[in-house]
């Protein structure tokens, strides 16, 4: 049986932004099997996430994927939970709710797939949902900003090379 909460394939086309504000999509390629690269992004996101610059607590904090979540715990013991999750395909895919930071009234949508390549594996992230964000545009503006650089830190992690 299919999963009910299943989505189109990686490679559909975006859907339409229903706000006029396109979808984030930004590729890279790590090197290594897609299980390695899957692993390495949720199971070990709190080696290689910039929480200097892109976390909620900053550093010294922990961030981890644990059963629907994505969530953040500061030094002190405090959380923040920054996504909750509603497809989870290891090792090809996950879903998310996205809204580090804020609450789930502000959220917008999170789609990271992985699939082999020559050289090792393709991740690929999806943003969007804008419309949820409290402020559309800027939220947008943000993560187009910030993607690249958390994504280069995980191709780091995994071995890569960083992108130009």
Do not use: C
């Not at 922990?62 to 290891?90: C, H, K």
């Amino acid at each position: 049986m299919d999963n009910l909460f299943s989505h189109a394939a990686p490679d559909s086309p975006e859907p339409a932004a229903a706000d006029g504000l396109d979808p984030i999509v930004y590729t890279v390629v790590v090197p290594g099997a897609v299980a390695r690269a899957f692993v390495g992004f949720t199971e070990h996101t709190h080696l290689w996430w910039p929480l200097e610059d892109r976390g909620v607590y900053g550093p010294g904090s922990y961030v981890e994927f644990e059963e629907n979540l994505i969530m953040e715990t500061s030094d002190d013991g405090r959380t923040a939970v920054w996504g909750s999750i509603d497809d989870w395909q290891p090792p090809l895919s996950f879903h998310a709710s996205w809204y580090p930071g804020t609450s789930a009234v502000w959220s917008t949508e999170l789609r990271v797939s992985f699939r082999a390549v020559d050289g090792g594996t393709e991740v690929r992230l999806v943003h969007t949902g804008w419309e949820g964000a409290e402020d559309p545009a800027g939220t947008r503006a943000d993560y187009e900003a910030g993607w690249p650089a958390v994504l280069d830190r995980f191709v780091r992690f995994m071995g890569g090379a960083e992108s130009a």
